[in-house]
């Protein structure tokens, strides 16, 4: 499975942002889709995360309200649509996708078996 993330920019404070992560692979069959994203000098931490599936979603508070997942089953397409960007979204932005519908919780890194490249996402104050 290969993940491509894409989409990201430089916006200006209040801005939108749509990112989209393509998805490839005979065994493409997640469970879950998740958005992580690493700014400079911190963690990589949990964004969003959408069940394959189902409708199941899933928000970090910080992005509660101004972020939205959704996913393409037939395109093998996802896409984090940011809204109401804040400079300290800035950072890199990771789609992920795990092979087994049990383990660890959906926010969790260690749930994903596989990873785009990221795509940087700039807000400007």
């Known amino acids: 499975v290969q993940l491509q993330a894409s989409g990201g920019g430089l916006v200006q404070a209040g801005g939108s942002l749509r990112l989209s992560c393509a998805a490839s692979?005979?065994?493409?069959?997640?469970?879950?889709m998740g958005w992580f994203r690493q700014a400079p000098g911190k963690e990589r931490e949990f964004v969003a995360a959408?069940?394959?599936?189902?409708?199941?979603?899933y928000y970090a508070d910080s992005v509660k309200g101004r972020f939205t997942v959704s996913k393409d089953n037939a395109k093998n397409m996802g896409f984090l649509q940011m809204n109401s960007l804040k400079p300290e979204d800035t950072a890199v932005y990771y789609c992920?996708?795990?092979?087994?519908?049990?383990?660890?919780?959906?926010?969790?890194?260690?749930?994903?078996?596989?990873w785009g490249q990221g795509t940087l996402v700039t807000v400007s104050s």
């Open positions: 959408i069940k394959w599936s189902a409708d199941d979603i």
């Open positions: 992920a996708t795990d092979r087994v519908w049990y383990g660890a919780p959906v926010t969790s890194q260690s749930r994903y078996d596989f």
């Open positions: 692979g005979r065994t493409f069959s997640p469970y879950t």
